[in-house]
């Protein structure tokens, strides 16, 4: 699994890492700028991301942090996975 920093994550959409530490751990929602920011950085290889973002983001900061840590901070790297 891949794990993406805070500052990894702030260089991709443009924020700071104080940031991204807030969204990511529920403290924040992003503007609309920074969720457009956000889709276009993590969503280009799955056409849902951009709207699974926005309800996400229209739950709550709770449900938008779930989901960033879903999708981006933890998501598995697929050519990182053994074969069984």
């Known amino acids: 699994m891949t794990h993406i920093t805070n500052e990894d994550f ?3 959409v443009g924020c700071d890492p104080t940031m991204a ?3 990511r751990n529920g403290q924040r929602l992003p503007s ?8 276009r ?9 951009g ?4 309800e996400a983001s ?4 709770e449900s938008f942090a779930e989901f960033l840590r879903v999708e981006i901070f933890e ?10």
């Open 21 to 23: 530490s807030r969204l």
């Open 10 to 12: 702030g260089l991709n």
């Open 58 to 61: 229209s739950r709550g900061p």
């Open 32 to 39: 609309r700028e920074r969720l457009e920011q956000i889709v």
């Open 51 to 54: 709207s699974r973002a926005l």
């Open 75 to 84: 998501k598995e790297d697929p050519s990182t996975k053994s074969e069984s």
């Open 41 to 49: 950085a993590y969503g280009s290889h799955d056409p849902t991301f």
